[in-house]
């Protein structure tokens, strides 16, 4: 499927139908311009949202042996098993919501035969795209295609809105890497603290990273395929394809911070179209969020100083889309109350 433009006739629909409803206009601001976003999304001046699902794309990274995290590779694996028993912060907020949460390992450098998961493993962790290629086109476009088969699965099921997720040690270095390649940013105003490095760990992260983005060969004509290939993660490939499909069919995708933000600017390179459909949750305090986020002109809904992961901010933030939908569906009109 492909993604079509937005229809002005129904976008204009919306700006007139939030005029008739009983306040002063303009007055709920931002949540207007969401409610007219979700019309352009769905097709629909009145769109439903509900029954949200999380998808939690799960995956490890080559880039961790050369220290750049603040924890080692393994715990990818057991905050997938904290996942699965329900106590992680996804899964706290994902109760409150009543969210599904969908854990998809597509990349995990163990065996996780055993987790009741969507097993769609394509490798065992990307390789160390100092030395080389994170992967190849062909395994980035397989992640690509999982994507939005997971997407697909979801809407078929009922769900009128996806949440990405993701878990992955490293992530943010791959972030880093592709926002910097993508956006023609500096590599060190994208580098953050991650999962909690120092000072000193954070230079080291950022030399690395230059020293990687030579290595792989990477120009301003570098191709976005290529680019996620060279440097970036089975996950974030993954969400790039939910993303996508989510605008394909015209249901509202929540994105989530830098990591699926990074997902986000991917999708966009490979799908330009995909651009008005994108709608993100929070502005993370990594400094390469903000600079991914400038580079989409997407407004994040949220500023709450979070750098977790996980799809915590979309959730956190999914109160704020299902009431833009409920206040056109359900808020009177002047012509209701007989002005």
Known sequence: ????????????????????????????????????QLAGITGEVQPVIEKPAII????????????????????TALMIDNFVKGGAAINVFARQIGATVTVADVGVNQDLGNQPIAHHKIRYGTGNFLHEDAMTEEEATSALKIGRQLAISQIEQGHRLLITGEMGIGNT???????????GSKVEDVVGYGTGINQETKRQKIAIIEKALTNRGIT?????????????????????????EGAARRVP?????????????????????????LMIAHQSV????????????????LQLDLRLGEGTGAALAYPIVEAASRMMREMATFKDIGM
Do not use: C, N, W
Request: no cysteine.
């Open 220 to 244: 301003a004509q570098t191709p976005p395929l290529s680019i996620l290939a060279k440097v970036g993660g089975l996950e974030i490939a993954t969400l790039a394809g939910v993303i996508l």
């Open 56 to 75: 939690v794309a799960a995956a490890d990274h080559g880039i961790v042996s050369e220290g750049v995290s603040a924890y080692p590779q393994e715990v």
């Open 286 to 301: 990594e400094d390469g969020h903000r600079i991914v986020t400038a580079y989409l002109q997407s407004k994040p809904l």
């Open 173 to 183: 270095s791959a972030s880093s890497a592709l926002t910097a390649a993508m956006t």
């Open 253 to 277: 995708v929540l994105i989530d911070g830098f990591i699926s933000s990074a997902a986000a600017l991917v999708a966009a390179k490979l799908e330009p179209e995909v651009h008005p459909y």
């Open 1 to 36: 499927m492909t993604i079509q433009p937005f229809d002005l006739a129904i976008i204009e629909q919306a700006k007139a139908h939030l005029d008739q409803l009983t306040k002063p206009l303009g007055s709920l601001g931002r949540v207007e311009e969401l409610a007219v």
